[in-house]
T-cell receptor
Framework: AQSVTQLGSHVSVSEGALVLLRCNYS??????LFWYVQYPNQGLQLLLK??????LVKGINGFEAEFKKSETSFHLTKPSAHMSDAAEYFC????????????FGSGTRLLVRP | GAGVSQSPSNKVTEKGKDVELRCDPI?????LYWYRQSLGQGLEFLIY????????KSGLPSDRFSAERTGGSVSTLTIQRTQQEDSAVYLC????????????FGPGTRLTVT
């Protein structure tokens, strides 16, 4: 079964600092990969996705992620954190079955210090 | 346009009672998903609908959980004889068509079983 591991349940950065949220997946074949963000008391919003093609994908709000097959990783980065980035971030994979359901990691809460 | 809506936003129920949670997907979205977000289990898939049929029910945790979808639109998740471990946020998501990747999430229903 496919799984997703997010290292660090909480990450704290200063405003303006680099944001790095880690995601590793287990899969026998490269899956489709996603990052979602969840603001307090809201649903999940898609930040970016990797399906095929270019391994560096850019998303909304200045975030990007790079798919590295050799490392089975899909880490999320943003060069300069903003206070509004404080939220919970979920990495997800879409197994290659017909349901297109998502398998989520346990989430990383990003705290941004002024 | 309108997003995915869920009702109620909060539900408190006594152990042993039945509850119904409702999801209104985005108009025209043929695929609908239910997920559960809880402290102990993270974000987990429950059930997938394509139209009115549910080809993937693999995530339903017990036979106390059931779901239906009517008219290819509204879906209801029913939990019978609720237990305290059912306390969680239940999220609904919809997707436009077979080859699209993005699932659009509703704000969720927070269920508390006392």
């Amino acid at each position: 079964a496919q799984s997703v591991t997010q290292l660090g349940s909480h990450v704290s950065v200063s405003e303006g600092a680099l944001v790095l949220l880690r995601c590793n997946y287990s899969s026998s074949v490269p899956p489709y990969l996603f990052w979602y963000v969840q603001y307090p008391n809201q649903g999940l919003q898609l930040l970016l996705k990797y399906t095929t093609g270019a391994t560096l994908v850019k998303g909304i709000n200045g975030f990007e992620a790079e798919f590295k097959k050799s490392e089975t990783s899909f880490h999320l980065t943003k060069p300069s954190a903003h206070m509004s980035d404080a939220a919970e971030y979920f990495c997800a994979v879409r197994p290659m079955d017909s349901s297109y359901k998502l398998i989520f990691g346990s989430g990383t809460r990003l705290l941004v210090r002024p | 346009g309108a997003g995915v809506s869920q009702s109620p936003s909060n539900k408190v129920t006594e152990k042993g009672k039945d509850v119904e949670l409702r999801c209104d997907p985005i108009s025209g979205h043929t695929a609908l998903y239910w997920y559960r977000q809880s402290l102990g289990q993270g974000l987990e898939f429950l059930i997938y609908f394509q139209g009115n049929s549910a080809p993937d029910k693999s995530g339903l945790p017990s036979d106390r959980f059931s779901a239906e979808r009517t008219g290819g639109s509204v879906s209801t998740l029913t939990i019978q004889r609720t237990q305290q471990e059912d306390s969680a946020v239940y999220l609904c998501a919809s997707r436009e068509w077979a080859e699209s990747y993005e699932q659009y999430f509703g704000p969720g229903t927070r269920l508390t079983v006392t």
